[in-house]
């Protein structure tokens, strides 16, 4: 298993509150991904990074920014937490090689925003 | 906007029974991966396939890429209550990102 870590694993904030979620790898990968994960949505793009400092916006970036001033650092922050942020957020890593674009998932991060 | 759609979204099957997941889109892929999600885990790749009409087997799931690289099928015989969790396809795009188009997923229950 690629060494991916998340913290926090669950969480519960108030509405307007920020909220920083880390991603951590140990494999090197240059490509770290933020996505969330809703019922009937299935995995939907936050951010990602193509390396440090290199990062651009997904298909649902609005409301949400991020960090990634080491290789095996990516940070997703909520400026100012809404209910519809109420999902479960996965960190992903990739090395894209000629073959295909495998990604390798953290364990996941529960948030809940009252 | 590339699209996939995965059909059927739920499933449920007794122990023994074979089934196909299927994965469409009208744009072509570079690539196509399935995953298997368990609840609480992460997504787990289990096939990346890269060529039109490649076939892929693990044990008893066979996955295939369509022709034209626009579609992908998931085949499992005998599935066992093992098997339960949701399954994703996932289309790789021609940047190099790395980025990933998600389907909506199949949520697979097999009852023993």
């Known amino acids: 298993d690629a060494g991916i870590t998340q913290s926090p694993r669950h969480k519960v904030t108030e509405t307007g509150t920020p909220v920083t979620l880390r991603c951590h790898q140990t494999?090197?990968?240059?490509?770290m991904y933020w996505y969330r994960q809703d019922p009937g949505h299935g995995l939907r793009l936050i951010h990602y990074?193509?390396?440090?400092?290199?990062?651009d916006k997904g298909e649902v970036s609005d409301g949400y920014s991020v960090s990634r001033s080491k290789t095996e650092d990516f940070l997703l922050t909520l400026e100012s937490a809404t209910s519809s942020q109420t999902s479960v957020y996965f960190c992903?890593?990739?090395?894209?090689?000629?073959?295909?674009?495998?990604?390798?998932f953290g364990p996941g991060t529960r948030l809940t925003v009252t | 906007t590339q699209l996939l759609e995965q059909s059927p979204q739920f499933l449920s099957i007794q122990e023994g029974e074979n089934l196909t997941v299927y994965c469409n889109s009208s744009?072509?892929?570079?690539?196509l991966q399935w995953y298997r999600q368990e609840p609480g885990e992460g997504p787990v790749l289990l096939v990346t396939?890269?060529?039109?009409?490649e076939v892929k087997k693990l044990k008893r799931l066979t996955f295939q890429f369509g022709d034209a690289r626009k579609d992908s099928s998931l085949h499992i015989t005998a599935a066992q209550p093992g098997d339960t969790g949701l399954y994703l396809c996932?289309?790789?795009?021609?940047?190099?990102?790395?980025?990933?188009?998600f389907g909506q997923g199949t949520t697979l229950q097999v009852k023993p």
């Open positions: 992903a890593i990739s090395e894209p090689r000629g073959g295909g674009n495998e990604q390798y």
């Open positions: 494999e090197n990968h240059r490509y």
């Open positions: 990074s193509y390396g440090v400092k290199d990062t």
């Open positions: 744009s072509v892929f570079s690539s």
């Open positions: 396939v890269v060529t039109g009409g």
């Open positions: 996932a289309g790789g795009t021609r940047s190099n990102t790395g980025k990933l188009i």
